[in-house]
């Protein structure tokens, strides 16, 4: 079945500078790729996704950038804000039978002011 | 649309009872998950359906965890008997099955929060 990794799993960045989340997977019949970010004590919340016919798609602040020869893709954040402090967590959906989504363990952020 | 919709929020019990969570996908979707988050091991996939019926339920920890769906617009979650090692919390989501070009994002409900004393 799938497997996601993803890295780091906590990340500190100053206000301002950039931050950057890689994630791989493992089954070449996953298609869909969103990003979640999770509040403390909330649920997670979509903030961008991709899809495997595109390498690149980016949302203001936010980009997810997707390498499907190598399995990878990235979710970079620009000028943080302490605002984007959160655990954000990469997934991957498969287009065939079995359409689970399977995530990735997470990534702490932490912008510091 | 008002989301998914979990209930209870929170559940404090005792080792032992048997607990009941519920959960109302987005209407239209027809995948509807159950998972389970802890620190210890992240958000874990315990079972999803498809139109109602159960695809994987290879997630669920043992035999005192159960799903059902018994129509497009409600699920439950039973734990029976329960102890202190579920106490997490459980989310609830639903989706649109991906196909196409379009995308069909996961949707959380607000989770139930389950301690077991």
């Known amino acids: 079945g799938e497997n996601v990794e993803q890295h780091p799993s906590t990340l500190s960045v100053q206000e301002g500078d950039s931050a950057v989340i890689k994630c791989t997977y493992s089954d070449s019949a996953s298609n869909y790729f969103p990003w979640y970010k999770q509040e403390l004590g909330k649920r997670p919340q979509l903030i961008i996704d991709i899809r495997s016919n595109v390498g690149e798609k980016k949302d203001q602040r936010i980009a997810v950038t997707l390498n499907k020869t190598a399995k990878h893709f990235s979710l970079h954040i620009t000028e943080t804000q302490p605002e984007d402090s959160a655990v954000y967590f990469c997934a991957a959906r498969r287009r065939n039978y079995g359409q689970n989504f399977v995530f990735g363990p997470g990534t702490r952020l932490s912008v510091l002011p | 649309d008002a989301g998914v919709i979990q209930s209870p929020r929170h559940e404090v019990t005792e080792m032992g009872q048997e607990v009941t969570l519920r959960c109302k996908p987005i209407?239209?979707?027809?995948?509807l998950f159950w998972y389970r988050q802890t620190m210890m091991r992240g958000l874990e996939l315990l079972i999803y359906f498809n139109n109602n019926v159960p695809i994987d339920d290879s997630g669920m920890p043992e035999d005192r965890f159960s799903a059902k769906m018994p129509n497009a617009s409600f699920s439950t979650l039973k734990i029976q008997p329960s102890e202190p090692r579920d106490s997490a919390v459980y989310f609830c989501?639903?989706?649109?099955?991906?196909?196409?070009?379009?995308?069909?994002?996961?949707?959380f409900g607000n989770g139930t929060r389950l301690t077991v004393t």
């Open positions: 209407s239209g979707h027809d995948y």
């Open positions: 989501a639903s989706s649109l099955g991906t196909g196409g070009t379009y995308n069909s994002p996961l949707h």
